[in-house]
């Protein structure tokens, strides 16, 4: 464990912070194109499913929106990163971003999970139910 950290200003000229920030705000642009055009696609490609993958549809979106909140969480990090003054300010960014990411995989993941599971029991029951109908 560091038990003193030297604080040290970083110098970084600010017309390369400007740049930096400009950077971003392009990648961010670059990014809403994306997503909008994911959107449009994957809406078009659902419009072509049946009634019966409704899951399918609720793990795209489910999906979607991880997407969308994990590149939102990096741009964020990355607009605070360009902001950093020392190098203690740099470790506390980054020890935030790392925790946080976990915590967010984790609930990711588990929600993921349960999404899923609820998709198949739904189209188990679905299967039984066609067979009985049959």
Known sequence: MITSIT????????????VAQRSIEQAKLAFDNYMRMTWDASSTFQAQVDESQMGAQEVRNKTMNFVLRNITSRFEFCERFVQVKDAEELLRLLNDFIQSQMQ???EQIKDLGLTLSKVAMDGMKGSKESELAA
Do not use: K, Y
Not at 7 to 18: A, C, F, H
């Open 104 to 106: 967010i995989m984790s």
């Open 7 to 18: 604080t040290t200003q970083l110098d970084i000229p600010s017309e390369i912070r400007v």
